[in-house]
């Protein structure tokens, strides 16, 4: 029979209701108690009990509820970090009792940058993992490691950003800062640009918390450069503006994909830091969650010009 309370032991174990474990762990993998209810085949009104049940015996809050859905406490993050590897072990245990090979399940909630970095890591994880969905959200880098920090997301592929002490950020890659330019623009035929040669021009830059953006508006105060912002977009919109003859932009080297129409120059900067690193980052209580853990492995094998280990 169930309990209550927390202090309750049977056969000497410490006792802790399953069932409100389970509602919990699909109330937080799923973002809302709609879609967790569908997820484990019960009634909403199934869900929020046992939630609220979970909460109320160990006095804690798991889970913050609002309009856009749930967003997971400190300590409900802390829970989810257990109870991923808690449900992975019941697979585990149902593929010995039916004599099939242990095999991850669930789905991993993948962010990126730009699809460059994370396609060719997601394609063997995935063939490696076929039991397992991945879902795949590109933003800029601000916004995905808040989506990490709630949870929302479970390991990214991103610039740094300056991420605090929540956070594991393992090194993946590293590339250059070069300019796009219109082939009819005056800097297209230019072997290099210098970074005081920017002052004037029209300058592209995308909204957010993009890494480029912030590494380019670094160099051009320490060189004390007027500059100006001509045009905000979009991620995807700033080759676009550089092809309508808009201004000329800034992207990494990994972005260039043979884009008819556009000269890249590269960028002469004295203090040599025109780059930006990509990072593969997750939340540290998360890290040896089995699917995040396995990811980070598999990342390992296509980490390339950064110093240090993945």
Known sequence: MESDDPHTTLGGLPYVSFNQLRSFHAVAITGSVTAAAKL??????????????????????LAHRLPGGITLTDTGRKLLALTEKLFQIEADAVDLLQGTPEQLRGTLRVGSVDPHFVMPPLSEFGTENPLVDI??????????AAQIAACELDIAMIGHLGLDGRYLSLPFSRQQLVLLVRDDHPLGNRETISIGE?????????????TSRRVLERALERAAVDYRVALEVDREGALEAVQAGLGIAVATTAEIHNQ???????IEDPAGDLYTDAF?????????????????????RFRSGVPGEL
Do not use: N, W
């Open 40 to 61: 484990l085949h019960v009634g909403q009104p199934t869900v929020t009990t046992q939630l609220r049940q979970l909460e109320a015996t160990y006095k804690v809050e």
């Open 135 to 144: 879902d795949l959200t590109l933003s800029d880098s601000a916004t995905i």
């Open 198 to 210: 920017l002052a004037g021009e029209r300058l592209i830059m995308r909204k957010g918390g993009s």
């Open 260 to 266: 008819h129409g556009i000269c890249v120059v590269p």
């Open 280 to 300: 593969v980052v997750c939340l540290k209580a998360r890290a040896s969650a089995p699917l995040i853990h396995r990811f980070i492995a598999t990342a390992a």
